[in-house]
């Protein structure tokens, strides 16, 4: 189980390389053995995600049905662009021009790890998301909590 965490700020190069940080890959892997899997995020962004997660994720998406058009596409998004990534002996990883595209990447970067994955943004598009948090945070998570204990009670009904 991972607690990733952090913000850290890398640039890409011109062949769309991404070298990241030693303080993230140190939460990653130790040893700096680290394959990684990326695919899109639910917004215009990239999800990282450890070898080891996204075979956890797999299973659950893989549990949906083909038969049901909602889920198929759930699961046809989830692996639209799935690419693993192996470092260089520098520890760059190549990112799939298609997925930069997607995430609107251009040069400055921010990954923002959290849990098991770590979302990577354009740093523009980063900053604006930002901006536009909610003044209302608190009354959001208790809104939150409120949903997952009548989720509980549900289930233990």
């Keep these: 189980?991972?607690?990733?965490?952090?913000e850290y700020r890398v640039k890409i190069d011109a062949?769309?390389?991404?070298?990241?940080?030693?303080?993230?890959l140190r939460?990653?892997?130790?040893?700096?053995?680290?394959?990684?899997?990326?695919?899109?995020?639910?917004?215009?962004?990239?999800?990282?995600?450890?070898?080891?997660?996204?075979?956890?994720?797999?299973?659950?998406?893989?549990?949906?049905?083909?038969?049901r058009r909602n889920?198929?596409?759930?699961?046809?998004?989830?692996?639209?662009?799935a690419t693993e990534l192996n470092?260089?002996?520098?520890?760059?990883?190549?990112?799939?021009k298609s997925l930069l595209e997607y995430a609107g990447i251009k040069k400055d970067i921010v990954l923002f790890a959290y849990g098991e994955q770590?979302?990577?943004w354009?740093?523009?598009?980063?900053?604006?998301a930002l901006e536009n948090e909610p003044d209302n945070f608190d009354e959001i998570l208790e809104g939150l909590y409120e949903e997952e204990k009548a989720e509980k009670k549900i289930n233990h009904e």
């Excluded at 354009?122 to 604006?128: G, I, L, Q, S």
């Design 87 to 96: 470092p260089d002996n520098i520890k760059r990883v190549l990112l799939p």
């Design 27 to 67: 939460q990653i892997s130790g040893d700096d053995s680290f394959p990684l899997v990326v695919n899109r995020g639910y917004e215009e962004h990239l999800m990282l995600y450890p070898k080891d997660v996204w075979e956890k994720k797999t299973k659950e998406i893989n549990q949906l049905k083909i038969t």
């Design 118 to 120: 770590i979302e990577m």
């Design 122 to 128: 354009d740093a523009v598009a980063y900053k604006k």
């Design 1 to 6: 189980m991972y607690n990733l965490i952090g």
């Design 15 to 24: 062949k769309g390389r991404v070298k990241l940080p030693k303080d993230l």
């Design 71 to 81: 889920q198929r596409n759930a699961i046809r998004y989830f692996y639209r662009g």
